[in-house]
């Protein structure tokens, strides 16, 4: 009996072979695709890769820019604070069209100091500073490259090793503040003249002019209200005050954080004045029998009294503990070089001629009351003067500087030496005063006032 037909083993059907050859180029093309895409995902991956490295070395360059930045800001706010912008634009030589025209060289800068046209190295890069006029001042008609408006700009470019470059072009200014400032009302009035490139006046309270005789070259504002008299310009024209303006931030200064010098007179308390000398005391001695160094102590009403008058003056730094009482020093040919700093009040009157010899710029600066009085024209102060408490100046005070009164109670231990009838009153500048203020200053510290930045330079 025959059985089924059967196949022998290892042999394939017709349709098992027609299979078989339809699976091998698939395969192939499969595995040729996956190829293709795993190429492609390593091409992304790459590019990502470079992208990522070529941004980062951006951002580095980013980073050195803003160190040119921060040094360039340094410099113009520190060893240079007394160069106008005006020739920083020109140079160190102040003429156009030279080698030094917008670079950070010379001016006594030393060799780490300076940044010079190849540049300076930082952060594994270079950066490259350059100081032009700020574009929305044309300067004037003959020279655009002439600052008038306080402000320069400063081109930082940062430069890394493998071409990746950034760029912060960063406006470089100050507010200044006008020349006389209370924090409380003030009485402007008589002949009194306020002069200079930022010669104004402001009062945080009302604004009170006596008479029509005044004269104010710049604005002359109030955050309260304004009543009374005329003011006039240098020109002779009407200068109309404004009232209901936005307030001035007068800053909270002391004597003690002031008086930092390592070299100074310290007058104590107690009537001994300690000599420091890099901020080691040196020598002491007793002035309460007699004059030292121009001083002399004594206890006036309860309170330490130091008087200063026309002999023995000593150039220095003076931190008075107590009220200065000041009548004398210096000469129209040779200026007392002095800063005052007083926990108490100072009062100014003969004929002093004092200027400045803080590096701050600060003339005199008390926790209480400033008062000046007398009718010399041979007095002069130059700097800033600030009151604590309450400020008043009469006769013909010349002052080239700032005045500002803070309008703080007395502290204890201050004479109360102004006093105004109605409680409310900072100061009072009338008589025939001078105050001349050409900006700068101690409390207009340049600054960044804006800045943008560029990768790829």
């Known amino acids: 009996m025959v059985g089924p037909t059967t196949q022998p083993d290892g042999q394939l059907t017709r349709r098992v072979l027609g299979r078989a050859g339809i699976a091998l180029p698939a395969a192939i093309t499969a595995l040729a695709a996956l190829s293709v895409l795993i190429a492609g995902v390593w091409v992304i991956v790459d590019l990502n890769a470079k992208t990522s490295l070529n941004r980062r070395s951006a951002m580095h360059a ?33 003429v156009l069209g030279t080698t030094d ?10 060799t780490d100091e300076a940044i010079p ?46 071409g990746a470059s950034a760029e912060i072009q960063a406006v470089i200014g100050y507010f200044p503040y006008p020349a006389l400032a209370t924090e409380g009302k003030l009485k402007f009035g008589g002949s ?16 009170s002019v006596q008479g029509s005789a005044t004269t104010v070259c710049g604005s002359v504002t109030a955050s309260g209200g304004v009543s009374g008299g005329t003011i006039q310009n240098c020109d002779g024209s009407s200068n109309t005050p404004l009232s209901n303006q936005p307030p001035a931030d007068i800053p909270e200064l002391s004597a003690t954080g002031m008086c930092t010098a390592l070299n100074r007179f310290d007058l104590r308390a107690d009537g001994f004045i300690d000599s420091v000398v890099a ?8 002035a309460t029998g007699s004059a030292q160094w121009g001083w002399k102590h004594s206890i006036s009403g309860g309170n ?17 503990n107590g009220n200065a009482y000041i009548t004398g020093g210096g000469t129209s040919s040779d200026p007392w070089d002095t800063s005052i700093f007083a926990t108490g009040s100072v009062r100014l009157s003969g004929n002093p001629v004092m200027q400045a010899l803080d590096p701050s710029g600060a003339l005199v600066v008390a926790d209480g009351d400033v008062l000046w009085t007398g009718t010399s024209s041979g007095n002069s102060y130059n700097g800033l003067i600030y009151a604590g408490a309450q400020c008043a100046a009469s006769g013909g005070v ?22 105004f009838g109605d409680g409310e009153l900072t100061a009072d500048v009338s008589g025939n005063p001078t105050i001349t203020f050409g900006c700068g200053g101690m409390l207009s510290k340049r600054k960044f006032l804006s800045w943008w930045q560029k990768l790829g330079s």
């Open 62 to 94: 980013l980073l050195v820019a803003e160190a040119g930045a921060s040094h360039a800001l340094g410099l113009t706010r520190g060893k240079l604070r007394k160069i106008s912008f005006d020739t920083l634009i020109k140079g160190s030589d102040g």
């Open 117 to 162: 046209a190849e540049g300076r190295a930082f952060g594994g890069g270079t950066y490259f500073v350059t100081l032009v006029n700020d574009p929305p001042d044309p300067g004037d008609a003959l020279s655009p490259q002439t600052d008038t408006n306080n402000r320069l700009l400063a081109r930082c470019r940062g430069v890394m090793p493998d």
């Open 192 to 207: 009194a003249k306020v002069d200079g490139a930022c010669g104004g006046i402001h009062a945080n309270g009302d604004l």
């Open 101 to 110: 025209d917008h670079l950070l060289i010379s001016y006594d800068l030393t």
């Open 279 to 286: 901020g080691v005391v040196v020598k002491t001695v007793d």
């Open 398 to 419: 010349t002052i080239t500087g700032q005045l500002l009164c803070k309008d703080h109670p007395n502290p204890a231990g201050s004479d109360d030496i102004v006093k």
């Open 304 to 320: 330490v009294k130091w008087d200063k008058g026309s002999s023995g003056t000593t150039d220095g730094v003076f931190c008075v």
